[in-house]
């Protein structure tokens, strides 16, 4: 069995959007819904009281979503794994029209699961 894992970082991010809980869950609704994920109860947030950044995680019974946001650096990171394969989204407009990322890289890796 093999799933997938993509590795976001966004940069040029708008600091408002990213200290912005219900924004953030606008770019993990759109990432659950695209990609047809099947989420494990709700989001869990932690906001940073000095820097107004957030970490959020939503369990998925493909494995799960998470971010982190760096206001300070206009910057967040996003994981997605998948334990099933998936195929990946069009990010860059995503990321533009909810977190204003101006530039964004993603690294995708395969994750082979066998027996030694």
């Known amino acids: 069995m093999t799933g997938i894992e993509w590795l976001i970082e966004a940069f040029g991010c ?9 924004n953030l869950l ?6 659950i819904g695209r990609m047809e994920l099947r989420p494990v109860g709700k989001p869990v947030w932690h906001v940073f009281p000095e820097s107004g950044g957030v970490t959020g995680i939503w369990l998925l019974q493909e494995s799960h979503l998470a971010i982190h946001t760096f206001p300070e650096y206009h910057s967040a990171c996003v994981n997605v794994f998948c334990c099933v394969p998936r195929t990946a989204l069009d990010w860059q407009p995503l990321f533009s ?8 890289r993603v690294r995708e890796c395969e994750r082979s699961y066998h027996l030694c």
């Open 14 to 22: 708008a600091e408002t959007r990213l200290t912005d809980r219900s």
């Open 26 to 31: 606008v770019l993990f609704e759109a990432i």
């Open 97 to 104: 029209n909810v977190l204003g990322a101006t530039d964004l």
